[in-house]
């Protein structure tokens, strides 16, 4: 195994959903790198990382701060990326978690970009998608058939329209418009509504009940909609 970059998704909670793949990785790398907002809030990928590292790699805590300021979130992804292609130059094999999969909505793919263009070798192992999981565990057929998939990270009036071409719709982030899918929904017969929250995890929550979008929706829910026959 030589120097190199790995992106690895943890999957969405539960640490017996990593991939073979990514837990042998895990455990010859010399660092791991996770990202969090600030210094307290943690990382749930480490958390669901931590049953399988090597107790010899070193833990790097990356900050990447979610300030309103595109600058200085631009700033400290080029710094991370710089501190992880070092790592690499100088002979490490470093491991990036990330939450699910690593090229889906995750930090990871800001330092892919970066790393890419100064042609440090990288790797993305894949991981269970958060929706993927939210899915099977509610035994929720995604599509079949000739049925057609939208994944949303946010929603306004106009994407709404352009849904209702859609047959199943994953809507994540959906703490972030929580009020106005709720105002969407609310006595709509055309969509069959079901949310979960931490899946895999302890405190998993399930509801199929639209008014649970306006009781604060937690960051870590994911909302699939079906459209009904
Ligand atoms: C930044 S995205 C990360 C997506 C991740 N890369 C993936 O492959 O699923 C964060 C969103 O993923 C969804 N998510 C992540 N973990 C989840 C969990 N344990 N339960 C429900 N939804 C989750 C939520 O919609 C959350 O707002």
């Known amino acids: 195994m030589s120097a190199v970059l790995y992106g690895i998704g943890v999957g969405p909670g539960d640490p017996d959903l990593l991939t073979i793949k ?3 990785i895990l455990q010859q790398v010399d660092v791991v790198a996770v990202p969090e ?5 943690g990382s749930t990928a480490l958390d669901i990382a931590l049953p399988h590292l090597n107790k010899e790699a070193v833990v790097l805590n990356l900050e990447f701060p979610m300030v309103a300021d595109v600058n200085k979130r631009e700033l400290s992804r080029q710094t991370n990326a710089r501190l992880l292609a070092d790592y690499v130059r100088n002979g490490k094999k470093v491991a990036f978690l990330t939450l699910g999969d690593p090229l889906l909505y995750s930090t990871f793919q800001y330092i ?8 440090i070798p990288v790797k993305c192992i894949p991981g269970i998608y958060s929706f993927a999981a939210v ?24 994407k709404w329209d352009a849904i209702q071409l859609f047959d199943k719709v994953v809507c994540m982030k959906v703490s972030a418009y929580a009020p106005l899918l709720h105002q969407l929904l609310n006595g709509n017969n055309h969509w069959q509504f079901a949310m979960v929250t931490n899946v895999g995890k302890a405190d998993q929550q399930i509801s199929f009940d639209v008014a649970d979008l306006l009781c604060g929706v937690h960051y870590f829910t994911t909302v699939i909609l079906t459209k009904k026959d």
């Open 112 to 119: 892919l970009r970066y790393v890419s263009q100064w042609q």
């Open 22 to 24: 990514a837990v042998k």
């Open 135 to 158: 899915a099977n565990a509610i035994n929720l057929p995604l599509v079949i058939g000739n049925q057609q998939l939208a994944v949303l990270s946010n929603l306004d009036e106009n």
């Open 37 to 41: 907002s600030s210094s307290e809030n």
